[in-house]
Structure formats: structure tokens, C-alpha cells
């Protein structure tokens, strides 16, 4: 086939064919399939005599059609397609049927879509949809868990330099080094050291309070996800003490159920409406260390109770050492939507607030644990702030 014409055939697969695409290209075989896939999702309904896209409501279709994306797509794609089917089409229902749940192709959105179902869920699907969310799940835990634990880690070691190490195996000869260059002798070629830079000694107990404070609105479906993940690996840790609490208009504490996130996420409850300063009182009430707390909201900030409380509220927690970061987003979803006036009146405050990927989550963790500028690290990753 020509380049000419490898475009032309392309282009005939974007358009959707029909009397007005101006390809005059016809598909046959693979292509011919791969075009009626697309057509199920993405081309309107025509009038009888037309070329006709839509799966309707029956099982079996749809069954066939996740089929035929499989074959013809990649993974990834086959992903996008099945959400882009769930919301344009409505196939809500159909995913109450455990031979659908056994078809599809498992992904953050479609776990989010299938904890919103939850609740009107049979017994017979549940135990399907709990068996996808736990494949989902373990293949989050494995792409991001090490990341997690080798930055948190190399983060509390860091934090916890000294400038009067006990043995000379504690002492970090590279940043001494650095930090007596002004001492060097060029005479005997060597560096006077007047200042010792070491590690303190590894301490066994809980050197860092987390809160993770997580909206589980519609809206924050794929972030629950990932927060859970995250909230099972940082748990995992000795040297974190992690509790995860998740609201709308009430309040619950998660954390008892932090070693399995796949139990975690059946406990959540999608939808509903959102009280963001009733969770963080309760969270403020979980702090034992301000100094050395970290509280992560991740919100939306869309808030349903009483707002100039809420930020009274972040703002003794601040003043007390409490360090505070609000998450529009944990996703890779891009860009959220967002209370921009709660969002600046934040910033105002010292409180960055911005869009995380889970990729980038592990070094905000570093850098919140080093008490690092975090509104300048979020100028270098975020994809949205305040």
C-alpha cells in the first residue's frame, strides 16, 4: 500500500465513512471491523437505511463488541473505548452482570464506576467486580509501591542528618567535603574538616504523622483509587504513622482497613455531597506531633459546609506546624475541576493546592517529609495549582 493511500485509509477510519467523508475509500477485512467498533461508540444513530452505530442494551452485544476492541486496539486504548462506551451509551446496567465484568478490560475509571454501583450491586457481581478491583489494584501496588517506599525512606533519612554523627560509619563523607571546601589545603592537598556532616542514628519508632483526607464525590472516583493504593504502601511503613479518612457529608475513618485496599475501597461510598471542614476537624483531632504531621486533602474543594470554618481551621493547623498540602486531584485524568476561589484563598495561606499524578506522588512525599518548599515543587510538577 502507497503512503497515499495508508492515508487515505486513515483518514476513513477518523471520519466514519459515509456519502460526505470525501475519502471514496472503501474497507474490507480487519478494517472493516475495526470500523464498525469505532462506529458503536462514536458515530450517531442514523435513520433507517443508514449506517447505524450504538450497542442498544443488549448483553450479548456488547459482549461481542468488547470482544472485537480487544482484537483491534491496544490495552490502553481498549481502556479509553470502554469508558467513552459506559458514559455516551449508558451501559451503567449491564455492568451488574458478572459475564460483563468477566469481559472488559480493568482500569482506574472502571473501578471507580463499578464502587459507584456498589450499593445495588447483586451478590453474584459483586464477588466478580471485587476479583477486577483486585487485579487493578496489584498492578497499582506494583508499578508504584517500590517508588513509594524508596522515597519515603531515602526522604526520613535524609531529614535526619546531623552535624554530630557518633561513629565514623555515620559520617556522609561526599557532603562534608562539600561543606569544608573552604578548609582544603593545597599544601597537603587535603580538606581540613571543622564540620562533620552525618546521619543520626535510625530510629525504630514513628518519626512522621500522615493523614491522607480523601472527598469521595463522584468527581474524585479515580483519586480514591489511587489513594487507597498509596495509603496501603505508606501504612506498610514503620516509620509512618498513616490514617485515611474518606467523607461526603459524614465522616469515616478507613485506617483499620489500610492493609487491604481492595477491602478499603468496597468500604468508600461514592457520591453524595461534601462537607470538606467536618473531615478536616476530624483529622485535626488524629494529630498528636504537628511538627512532624503531614495531612493530605484531596479535594476538589467544592464545599458543602461551612467555608470560612474550614479555612479558620487549615489555618490553626498551619500555625501549630502541621503541614498541609491540598490535592485537587490524584489522577492521571489532567487537569481537574476545581473551586478556584477555595483554591486561591489557600495559597494565600501557604497551602499550595494543585493536581498530582500517582507517578509524581511518591517524591511529594520526599519533598513534604524534608519540609521542602512545596509550593515551588509544585511550579515543577503539577499540572495545576492554586
Known amino acids: 500500500m502507497s503512503a497515499a493511500d495508508e492515508r487515505m485509509r486513515r483518514w476513513r477510519l477518523v471520519l466514519g465513512g459515509g456519502d460526505a467523508d470525501g475519502t471514496g475509500c472503501a474497507l474490507e477485512g480487519a478494517d472493516a471491523g475495526m470500523d464498525a467498533a469505532l462506529a458503536a461508540v462514536y458515530e450517531p444513530v442514523r435513520e433507517q437505511g443508514g449506517r447505524e452505530g450504538g450497542l442498544g442494551a443488549s ?57 459507584a454501583l456498589n450499593k445495588v450491586m447483586p451478590d453474584q457481581a459483586r464477588e466478580s467486580a471485587r476479583a477486577l478491583v483486585r487485579r487493578v489494584v496489584a498492578e497499582l501496588e506494583r508499578r508504584l509501591a517500590q517508588k513509594t517506599r524508596a522515597a519515603v525512606t531515602g526522604a526520613l533519612d535524609r531529614s535526619a542528618r546531623t552535624h554530630r554523627p557518633r561513629r565514623v560509619a555515620d559520617i556522609d563523607w561526599n557532603r562534608t567535603i562539600r561543606a569544608n571546601l573552604r578548609n582544603y589545603l593545597p599544601e597537603r592537598n587535603t ?43 505508606l501504612a506498610s511503613m514503620r516509620s509512618l504513622k498513616t490514617s485515611l479518612v474518606v467523607f461526603d457529608t459524614a465522616v469515616v475513618d478507613l485506617t483499620d482497613q489500610l492493609h487491604d485496599p481492595v477491602e478499603l475501597l468496597f468500604g468508600t461510598q461514592l457520591g453524595g455531597g461534601t462537607d470538606i471542614n467536618r473531615a478536616v476537624a476530624y483529622c485535626q483531632g488524629l494529630i498528636a506531633r504537628p511538627a512532624n504531621s503531614i495531612v493530605i486533602l484531596i479535594s476538589d474543594l467544592y464545599e458543602g459546609g461551612v467555608r470560612q470554618e474550614l479555612l479558620r ?39 499550595p493546592a494543585f493536581a498530582c499524578t500517582p507517578d509524581a506522588f511518591p517524591e511529594l512525599m520526599a519533598a513534604a517529609i524534608e519540609r521542602r518548599d512545596i509550593a515551588r515543587w509544585a511550579e515543577r510538577h503539577a499540572a495545576v495549582k492554586g
Not at 564540620?195 to 493523614?211: H, K, M, T
Open 59 to 115: 448483553a450479548p452485544r456488547v459482549a461481542r463488541w468488547l470482544g472485537d476492541i480487544r482484537t483491534y486496539f491496544p490495552s490502553t486504548v481498549v481502556q479509553v473505548m470502554q469508558k467513552d462506551a459506559i458514559e455516551k451509551l449508558n451501559l451503567t446496567r449491564l455492568l451488574l452482570e458478572p459475564e460483563m465484568l468477566e469481559a472488559v478490560e480493568p482500569d482506574v475509571h472502571l473501578v471507580g464506576t463499578l464502587l
Open 191 to 233: 580538606v581540613v574538616p571543622s564540620r562533620l556532616v552525618g546521619y543520626a542514628r535510625r530510629q525504630r519508632s514513628v518519626q512522621r504523622e500522615v493523614v491522607l483526607c480523601i472527598d469521595q464525590s463522584g468527581s474524585m472516583a479515580a483519586s480514591v483509587v489511587y489513594s487507597s493504593v498509596f495509603g496501603a504502601v
Open 313 to 351: 481551621r487549615v489555618a490553626t493547623m498551619t500555625q501549630a506546624g502541621v503541614q498541609v498540602i491540598v490535592l485537587l486531584a490524584l489522577s492521571d485524568e489532567g487537569a481537574p475541576f476545581y473551586d478556584h476561589e477555595n483554591a486561591a484563598a489557600l495559597a494565600a495561606m501557604g497551602v
